[in-house]
C-alpha cells in the first residue's frame, strides 16, 4: 500500500513564526503535492514538483513555499505564518507509472492553527 | 466551466441508496475519481473509472460515466453510518486533479 506521512498532525503556531511541514512517501513517486483544504471551498493547490529540486506554483502559492531535496520527501514552509494560513495541509504524492493513471495518494492531514 | 461540480450536502435513511453526482469538466480526461475523507482524515482513494467504460461496479459501489454530458456519479447501496463522509469527485488534470468542493453524506439511522 502507499503511504504518504505527514510527520504533524496538529500545531499551534504564532503569527510571524516559520513553520515547517514535512511529508514523506515509500512508493518511489515521482509527483508530490501540497494542498490546503478549507471548508467550502474544497482543495486548493499550492505547489508541487514532478522531481527532485523542482518545483512549480499551484492555485495558491502566495506566502507559501516548498523544498524537494529528496524524492520522498515534500516540505512545506510558511516563511511567516498569518492567521489566514490556519487551515488543513495535505500532502500527497502519484506516479504516472502505477494503475489507474495519476492516481493521487493522500496522507492523514495536518492541522494548523496560526493564534 | 472551469470547476469540477457537485452538490454539497446529501441525507440519506440508513439502508436506502445513495446517489453523489459529479460534472467535470475536461472531455479528455482519461481517468475520473472517487475520493472519500473521513472526519479530520486524508481523502482515501474509492474507486477509479476509465474514460472509455460507462459504468464500474465495486462491491456496494457503482461508479456511472456519461462522457456526452460529462458527468460522473456514485451509487451506494445499503448505505450504512460508516458511510458518513465527504465525497469528492476529480478528474485528471496535466500531472494533477482538479477536484470538486466535495458532498458531505449524512446517513441518519
Known amino acids: 500500500d502507499v503511504k504518504v506521512t505527514q510527520s504533524s498532525r496538529y500545531l499551534v503556531k504564532r503569527t510571524g513564526e516559520k513553520v515547517f511541514l514535512e511529508c514523506v512517501q515509500d512508493m518511489d513517486h515521482e509527483n508530490m503535492f501540497w494542498y490546503r483544504q478549507d471548508p467550502g471551498l474544497g482543495l486548493r493547490l499550492i505547489y508541487f514538483?514532478?522531481?527532485?529540486?523542482?518545483?512549480e506554483k499551484g492555485d495558491i502559492p502566495e506566502g507559501y513555499s516548498v523544498s524537494r531535496e529528496k524524492k520522498e520527501r515534500f516540505s512545506l514552509i510558511l516563511e511567516s505564518a498569518s492567521t489566514n494560513q490556519t487551515s488543513m495541509y495535505l500532502c500527497?504524492?502519484?506516479?504516472?507509472?502505477?494503475?489507474?493513471?495519476?492516481?493521487?495518494?493522500f496522507g492523514e492531514g495536518s492541522w494548523l492553527t496560526v493564534v | 466551466g472551469e470547476d469540477v461540480e457537485q452538490s454539497l450536502f446529501l441525507s440519506v435513511r440508513e439502508g436506502d441508496s445513495s446517489v453523489i453526482n459529479c460534472t467535470y469538466t475536461?472531455?479528455?480526461?482519461?481517468?475520473l475519481y472517487w475520493y472519500k475523507q473521513e472526519p479530520g482524515a486524508g481523502l482515501q482513494l474509492l474507486t477509479y473509472?476509465?474514460?472509455?467504460?460507462d459504468m464500474k461496479q465495486d462491491q456496494r459501489l457503482t461508479v456511472l460515466l456519461n462522457k456526452k454530458d460529462k458527468h460522473l456519479s456514485l451509487r451506494i447501496a445499503d448505505t450504512q453510518t460508516g458511510d458518513s463522509a465527504i465525497y469528492f469527485c476529480?478528474?485528471?488534470?496535466?500531472?494533477?486533479?482538479?477536484f470538486g468542493a466535495g458532498t458531505r453524506l449524512t446517513v441518519k439511522p
Open positions: 500527497a504524492s502519484s506516479s504516472a507509472r502505477g494503475e489507474g493513471g495519476n492516481t493521487i495518494y
Open positions: 475536461d472531455s479528455s480526461s482519461t481517468y
Open positions: 514538483s514532478y522531481d527532485v529540486k523542482m518545483k
Open positions: 473509472i476509465f474514460s472509455n467504460m
Open positions: 476529480a478528474e485528471e488534470y496535466n500531472n494533477d486533479m482538479r
